[in-house]
């Protein structure tokens, strides 16, 4: 429970309320009710009878009285409520709205199962891939598409989130139902994920090998590579992709593919004709092939 002291001052009628935090990098001045938009605990304050005016700066709160009563008659009552009130609420200030208007469009992506719905607002700075219902438990968004029955798979990067669709129906029967419930969650300020959201390793459908980095120069270079010039094409396509380990005696490079990329037709050439070509390009003599272990 977060603690306050109580300081007095040179004048009688103002009283100190120190807190064990700060509150805030600028002051604020209250003389009323009706300056208080910004805070309900300020709001609450000038709903007693005695209260005049509200002094916010650092890690103090400051209020004058009127000549109606002591301090010391009512002092530690206030204490018990600034207490409680910021052990309940992580600041005393009412958050900013954002009115920017939501915007969300789909994009077709090389994988005829996947569609990319892109909005102007930063959704995740994770990538995050939920493959069933099961796996969306800190994922609220995911939780609510997974309700559309033709949802396979979701990834969620940055500002879009690829959905993977079951065979049927068809993208052009349901693209304005998933924008337009896209758009509106975003725009009631629905949680994306959890506050107890953790990244887990990626595994391979097929394979028990856990997707880490490792500390060898050559997985470090072809690291560095992906995150250069690879990663930021297949996020272009609606996909991500994901090292997971290099042999040096049969310089195989293996990685995930997530998003429109997995499970996508043209995956294979991409990866032979882009991403192999790419390292062996910049790694010359390091790289014999690169597979993708999904």
């Known amino acids: 429970m977060s603690k306050v002291s109580i300081e007095n001052t040179s004048s009688t009628a103002i009283i100190k309320y120190v807190f064990d935090k700060i509150l805030t990098q600028n002051s604020f001045e209250y003389n009323s009710i009706d300056d208080a938009e910004n805070s309900t605990l300020v709001q609450q304050l000038f709903h007693l009878p005695f209260v005049k005016k509200v002094f916010i700066t650092a890690n103090f709160i400051a209020i004058e009285k009127f000549d109606i009563l002591e301090w010391k008659e009512v002092q530690e009552e206030i204490k018990e409520i600034f207490e409680a009130f910021i052990t309940q609420n992580e600041s005393i200030f009412i958050p900013k709205k954002d009115n920017t208007v939501i915007e969300v469009y789909a994009e077709s992506t090389p994988n005829p199962n996947v569609q990319k719905f892109v909005t102007n607002k930063l959704l995740s700075s994770q990538n995050i891939e939920i493959l069933n219902r099961e796996n969306a438990k800190e994922v609220p968004l995911a939780i609510e598409l997974f309700e559309f029955p033709f949802v396979k798979e979701i990834f969620i990067s940055n500002n879009y989130i690829s959905i993977t669709k079951k065979n049927s129906p068809d993208w052009f029967e349901i693209n304005t139902e998933l924008r337009d419930f896209i758009k509106e969650y975003l725009q009631s300020d629905r ?40 990663k930021p094409a297949v996020a272009g396509d609606g996909g991500n ?46 790289i014999g092939s690169v597979n993708a272990l999904n």
């Not at 500390?215 to 560095?224: H, P």
């Not at 310089?251 to 997530?258: A, F, P, R, T």
């Not at 004709?273 to 003599?285: M, R, S």
């Open 191 to 230: 949680r994306i994920v959890t506050k107890n959201y953790k990244q887990k390793s990626t595994k391979s459908i097929n394979s028990k090998t856990e997707f880490n980095q490792t500390n060898d120069e050559t997985s470090k270079e072809i690291i560095a590579i992906l995150e250069e010039y690879i």
């Open 241 to 286: 992709i994901q090292f997971s380990s290099y042999n040096s005696e049969t310089k195989e490079v293996n990685v995930i593919l997530q998003g429109a990329c997995n499970g996508c037709p043209s995956s294979t050439i991409t990866l032979k004709n882009g991403i192999e070509a790419t390292l062996k390009q910049l790694l010359p003599g390091k």
